[in-house]
């Protein structure tokens, strides 16, 4: 005689986040690939300055940044929550999963994941670029990173990074769950959106700014990421709960 047991939630979402990682290398190809990208733009278009200084030396300076390295990443990790969103997904994660609120959160964990690796090897990315000069042994003008030296320094950019990646991730995944349920309503929220900033006051866009502020004006890098994780969590639930609704009534 046998006998047919239910999986529990937790091991399903540890299986969902596994298929995930074996099923879907495109995921995390596409976050090398933007990041190698970032890299070599970083590289290529440095800028380069000459002076002569009075008693005749030539000081030749060269500057990278390497911000376009984040902003690859911010784009990447708005842009991969719409495939894991799509109806095809959908579909192949619903043979694995026993229900939708276990496949939405080994989605989410999954996301949640990648999001703090690809934040992790764009801040390593970064770091690289700014030493790279070293290496060819060219004479470096130190950075003033303060008492923490290049460690702190890489430990604030990858809070601050992780916190925007999360913010980006969940509007991602809320806006491909909205996609999936009607791309015509995403598109009257648009214009909605557009019309009430259009004839909104003085009072409401200064209430839009203060609420900007409240989020993103903290200087503290740890308070920065506490408030990123609540709100990226809320787009999360808001995904997860309308996606329940839009599959339910299908």
């Not at 929550?81 to 694995?96: N, Q, V, W």
């Not at 909205?178 to 791309?183: D, E, I």
């Amino acid at each position: 005689m046998s006998t047919l047991t239910r999986p529990n939630r937790k091991t399903v979402i540890f299986r969902q986040i596994a298929r995930n990682l074996a099923s879907r290398p495109g995921i995390v190809g596409s976050l090398l690939a933007v990041q190698l990208a970032g890299i070599v733009i970083a590289l290529t278009s440095s800028g380069v300055s000459d002076y002569n200084s009075y008693s005749g030396m030539n000081i030749n300076t060269q500057f990278f940044n390497t911000d376009v390295i984040f902003v690859l990443t911010l784009a990447w990790a708005f842009l991969a929550p719409l495939y894991l969103t799509g109806r095809d997904s959908f579909e192949a994660d619903m043979i694995f999963a026993t229900d939708r609120m276990s496949r939405h959160a080994g989605n989410i964990a999954y996301m949640a994941l990648l999001v703090l690796a690809g934040s992790l090897t764009a801040v390593l990315a970064s770091t690289a670029c700014l030493l790279f000069p070293v290496l060819g042994g060219t004479p470096v003008i130190p950075l003033r990173l303060g008492d923490w030296g290049l460690a702190g320094y890489a430990l604030v950019l990858l809070t601050v990074l992780l916190s925007y990646s999360l913010l980006a991730a969940g509007a991602g995944y809320l806006l491909g769950t909205l996609l999936g349920l009607s791309r015509l309503l995403v598109i009257v929220f648009f214009l909605l959106a557009l019309i009430v900033l259009g004839i909104m006051d003085n009072a409401g866009l200064l209430l839009l700014g203060d609420v900007g502020r409240f989020l993103f004006g903290n200087d503290q890098p740890g308070i920065l990421l506490i408030k990123a994780v609540a709100v990226s969590a809320v787009l999360f639930a808001a995904a997860a709960l309308i996606s329940n609704r839009q599959e339910a009534g299908a």
